[in-house]
């Protein structure tokens, strides 16, 4: 019995593990997509002051 209780205790920390990586990934793929948009935003900003002058 004391088996299945590790057993279910090693599992229950490697899934939770793993739901702690997609989350930090979520996180990250946020963030960047945030930096991405604000570069391409500044870029377009930019770029339509050189074809003004």
């Known amino acids: 019995m004391n088996t299945w209780v590790m057993a279910f205790k ?3 920390v490697g899934l939770s593990a793993v739901f702690m990586g997609l989350l930090m990934l ?3 793929i946020k963030i960047m997509s945030y930096v991405c ?3 391409v935003r500044k870029e377009k ?3 339509s002051i050189d074809s003004a002058v």
């Open 10 to 12: 090693v599992a229950g």
């Open 37 to 39: 948009r604000l570069l």
């Open 45 to 47: 900003k930019e770029s």
């Open 26 to 28: 979520t996180g990250g």
